[in-house]
């Protein structure tokens, strides 16, 4: 994968990208525009509900709406420049203006991935470590998390701008982004950075959340006397494990062609076609759409907030709690016996929320 490094892309040609065809190039601007008005709708819908919706204010939700700000960011900045690109045929900007949306691909790609690292160390810590949930996750503490982590990103994101490696136009994928042949060891930090790290981080989250939903099921048949809440508890924790493994495979999908991507751009150059490289960003992208459908449309509290923004006709009420999160964040932990009222209810209750 090769990039053009000037200041004038006139010259480039359909070669230069790899395309057979404009034909081609309209085809994926189309697919990319649908993507990107599905991210932005889904995104900004999640902030509405939020908005609209008192029980929905919580600690834990401020880590959603910083996951929501970044793909919004990406639908309203990355994915218009490259839908326009991929209709142009070529970089249709100067080359400041490259550098400048190169920083912010990289920003978004950094700073989305990892708030879904801090939402799963948040599930986390609310499921398994509940005596400490109330001390770390105050609205301040979340605040300071949320901007803590695009703090971060924004660091990650510069080197290219001081020489290691460049921000610069890749023909092969229609959008400005780093050149990652410039610097091969900067490609593989921003793998362990980006994909490897945060992606270990929710793989140990899920697996200890899962186990201590399985274990706060067995310890439950010494503490309920009826069938009913035995089975109830079970499903919801399946519930749970099922939704956080959602959100791993779908990191997994989206971002480990890119990465593949990458790596065959430095090691092993015009090995695969244009258009495996061109479906990795268009995968990537999608993952701005994904993140609404995952922790909103799978929550009811947010399902019923969609059908409220979109169908006002119907007159829904909003659950008491939320799948995310809801207004008591009354974390518990394993183990946990849980009486007669079911006063004491998991973390899993809350995330699920009998969706």
Same mark, same amino acid.
């Given at each position: %994968?090769?990039?053009?490094?000037?200041?004038?892309?006139?010259?480039?040609?359909?070669?230069?990208?790899?395309?057979?065809?404009?034909?081609?190039?309209?085809?994926?601007?189309?697919?990319?525009?649908?993507?990107?008005?599905?991210?932005?709708?889904?995104?900004?819908?999640?902030?509405?509900?939020?908005?609209?919706?008192?029980?929905?204010? @919580?600690?834990?939700?401020?880590?959603?709406?910083?996951? $929501?700000?970044?793909?919004?960011?990406?639908?309203?900045?990355?994915?218009?420049?490259?839908?326009?690109?991929?209709?142009?045929?070529?970089?249709?900007?100067?080359?400041?203006?490259?550098?400048?949306?190169?920083?912010?691909?990289?920003?978004?790609?950094?700073?989305?991935?990892?708030?879904?690292?801090?939402?799963?160390?948040?599930?986390?810590?609310?499921?398994?470590?509940?005596?400490?949930?109330? @001390?770390?996750?105050?609205?301040?503490?979340?605040?300071?998390?949320?901007?803590?982590?695009?703090?971060?990103?924004?660091?990650?994101?510069?080197?290219?701008?001081?020489?290691?490696?460049?921000?610069?136009?890749?023909?092969?994928?229609?959008?400005?982004?780093?050149?990652?042949?410039?610097?091969?060891?900067?490609?593989?930090? %921003?793998? =362990?950075?980006?994909?490897?790290?945060?992606?270990? !981080?929710?793989?140990?989250?899920?697996?200890?959340?899962?186990? =201590?939903?399985?274990?706060?099921?067995?310890?439950?048949?010494?503490?309920?006397?009826?069938?009913?809440?035995?089975?109830?508890?079970?499903?919801?924790?399946?519930?749970?494990? #099922?939704?956080?493994? !959602?959100?791993?495979?779908?990191?997994?999908?989206?971002?480990?062609?890119?990465?593949? #991507?990458?790596?065959?751009?430095?090691?092993?150059?015009?090995? $695969?076609?244009?258009?495996?490289?061109?479906?990795?960003?268009? !995968?990537?992208? $999608?993952?701005?759409?994904?993140?609404?459908?995952?922790?909103?449309?799978?929550?009811?509290?947010?399902?019923?907030?969609?059908?409220?923004?979109?169908?006002?006709?119907?007159?829904?009420?909003?659950?008491?709690?939320?799948?995310?999160? #809801?207004?008591?964040?009354?974390?518990?932990? #394993?183990?946990?016996?849980?009486?007669?009222?079911?006063?004491?209810?998991?973390? $899993?209750?809350?995330?699920?929320?009998?969706?």
């Amino acid at each position: %994968m090769t990039s053009e490094n000037s200041t004038s892309y006139e010259s480039l040609t359909l070669a230069d990208h790899g395309a057979s065809s404009m034909a081609e190039l309209y085809i994926e601007g189309v697919i990319l525009l649908i993507i990107c008005l599905v991210a932005l709708v889904g995104n900004v819908s999640v902030y509405l509900i939020v908005i609209r919706t008192k029980k929905l204010r @919580t600690v834990t939700n401020f880590f959603i709406l910083g996951l $929501a700000a970044a793909d919004i960011l990406v639908s309203v900045a990355n994915m218009p420049v490259t839908v326009a690109s991929l209709f142009a045929g070529t970089w249709p900007l100067d080359h400041t203006s490259c550098l400048v949306f190169g920083f912010i691909n990289m920003l978004t790609l950094c700073s989305s991935v990892l708030s879904l690292c801090n939402i799963s160390i948040n599930r986390y810590v609310m499921i398994c470590r509940p005596f400490r949930a109330k @001390t770390i996750y105050t609205k301040r503490n979340a605040i300071l998390m949320v901007i803590g982590v695009y703090a971060l990103a924004f660091v990650i994101s510069l080197p290219p701008l001081f020489g290691w490696a460049a921000y610069a136009y890749i023909p092969v994928q229609s959008f400005c982004f780093c050149d990652w042949t410039l610097a091969p060891p900067y490609a593989i930090f %921003m793998i =362990s950075c980006c994909f490897g790290g945060p992606f270990s !981080v929710m793989t140990v989250c899920n697996i200890l959340i899962f186990y =201590s939903a399985r274990k706060s099921n067995k310890n439950t048949k010494y503490y309920t006397t009826t069938k009913p809440k035995k089975k109830d508890a079970q499903t919801k924790e399946m519930r749970l494990a #099922s939704i956080l493994l !959602v959100v791993v495979i779908a990191f997994f999908i989206s971002w480990c062609p890119y990465c593949i #991507s990458m790596l065959l751009s430095i090691y092993a150059p015009g090995v $695969a076609p244009r258009g495996f490289h061109m479906f990795t960003i268009l !995968v990537g992208y $999608a993952n701005s759409g994904v993140n609404p459908i995952i922790y909103g449309v799978m929550n009811r509290s947010f399902r019923n907030g969609f059908k409220q923004l979109y169908c006002g006709c119907m007159d829904l009420q909003m659950e008491e709690s939320t799948a995310i999160g #809801s207004n008591s964040e009354e974390p518990s932990g #394993s183990g946990i016996p849980r009486n007669a009222t079911n006063d004491s209810r998991l973390s $899993a209750d809350e995330l699920v929320n009998r969706s």
